[in-house]
Every structure is written in C-alpha cells, then in structure tokens.
C-alpha cells in the first residue's frame, strides 16, 4: 500500500504563495506529480473524509522521499524542489541552488550540474 504524505504535500502548496511565479508553478506541478503517483485525484485529496494513511488499491510500489511512489529516476527538477522542502538540506545549500533555479526551471542546466543536483538530492534527501 503507497502512505499518503499529507505533510509533504502542504509544505509544497505552501510554496504557491511564493513571489517567483516559476517556483510557485513549480510547486504545483510538484504537489500534482505527488497526488498522481501515490494513485489519488486532487478530488479524493480534497475531500475530508481521506484519513491521513489512506491509500489506493494497488499493488504495493517500491516508496521514495516524501512518500512519494518511485517507479522511475526522479528528474533534476523533481530532486531540485525536494532538496529546497527537506527540512534535512542545510540552509547554505539550499541559498546556493536557488542560483539554479531558473536554468533548472528551464531544463538548461549542464550534465555537472545535474551529477552534482543528484549527488546532493542521495545525501539530503533520499
């Protein structure tokens, strides 16, 4: 059964309210990745009968950070916005990928960077 993360999914609406219309529709696209690979609509999310463990009837998926079902490698700006929400990416990391983020919003960051975006997603969040 996948666990649903309610938390994980409210500190990244949060971020909707973010003066950087790239990193709030980036946070968007995030929370609707969530709520697609954990098997729910947003309808079933809204609802409030959900109990927080709920979860779909589906065969059990191999889980990732966050609660997140992981059937494939997540994409650099999957592992970007997750390094920016873990609680556990220390805060000088977190100030330096911000100089990233529009080249990651983009899709214009270089194969370095995304080998070192991945080396820092394994140590902080995964």
Do not use: C
Request: hydrophobic share 40%.
């Amino acid at each position: 059964m996948t666990q649903f993360n309610r938390a994980a999914l409210a500190r990244t609406l949060e971020i909707l309210g973010s003066d950087h219309a790239g990193e709030a529709l980036a946070a968007a696209r995030l929370a609707s990745a969530m709520i697609r690979e954990a098997g729910f609509t947003w309808d079933e999310v809204l609802r409030s009968d959900l109990p927080a463990g709920q979860s779909p009837q589906s065969a059990t998926p191999r889980l990732g950070p966050m609660g997140m079902r992981r059937e494939r490698e997540l994409s650099p700006y999957e592992q970007f916005f997750m390094l920016l929400l873990s609680p556990r990416t220390p805060s000088h990391v977190k100030k330096e990928l911000r100089g990233w983020e529009a080249r990651v919003l983009d899709g214009e960051i270089t194969p370095q960077e995304q080998q070192d975006l991945r080396h820092l997603f394994r140590q902080f969040v995964a």
